[in-house]
């Protein structure tokens, strides 16, 4: 790695932790550049604002998380059960390697959704997400191994908004949550409810 893009990487990497921690508008270039031993003009060298800063994060988020995820799990052999199954599998695995930049969104969406710059990046970031899960249980429904019943739509979000509670749960009690039971609940749980009964 360049020591360009390992500083880019420092910066991204303490904005990140102080954003989840702090939130963004809680959080100053001061606090970011004293985090990483940067001066401001070192800083603004990679990001000319910390309005830019964040968007380079949803856009990380977007390409590490969200887009990898639907590569990994369409090039994952088998029926809509096991690609939802490789969707959660993908996602537990993201989280433990990537704790701050996957729980960032969830701590910080509300704050930023009434942003004008950033409201329209994190509606279309979400609208992917559930585009996809929505997809997927299409997919299972034709397949005869989801409810007929159920709004593919509507269950997307509930994923979505499922999978983003048991993200702030697990920053919140991680010391005293086995990871492994904690996401096997999750998914029986989620799982169950969209089966064919």
């Known amino acids: 790695m360049k020591r360009s893009e390992d500083t880019e990487k420092r910066i991204i990497d303490a904005a990140l932790e102080l954003f989840v921690r702090k939130g963004y508008h809680g959080t100053s270039i001061s606090e970011i550049t004293q985090k990483v031993g940067l001066s401001k003009g070192a800083l603004y060298a990679h990001f000319s604002s910390k309005g830019e800063l964040l968007l380079h994060i949803i856009r990380k988020f977007k390409t590490s998380f969200i887009d990898q995820m639907i590569q990994t799990v369409n090039e994952h052999k088998g029926d809509a059960l ?3 199954h490789s969707t959660i599998t993908f996602s537990s695995k993201f989280a433990l390697e990537n704790q701050d930049l996957c729980v960032f969104l969830t701590f910080l969406t509300t704050e930023l959704k009434a942003d004008v710059d950033f409201e329209q990046p994190l509606k279309n970031l979400y609208r992917d997400y559930q585009k996809f899960i929505s997809q997927l249980i299409q997919h299972g429904i034709r397949q005869g191994l989801f409810n007929r019943d159920l709004d593919p739509d509507m269950a997307a979000l509930a994923f979505m908004a499922l999978h983003d509670g048991v993200l702030h749960q697990w920053v919140l009690n991680r010391n ?9 609940t999750f998914r029986t749980i989620f799982m169950e409810g969209l089966k064919v009964r």
């Open 176 to 184: 005293h949550i086995d990871g492994e039971r904690y996401v096997k």
């Open 82 to 84: 096991a690609k939802l």
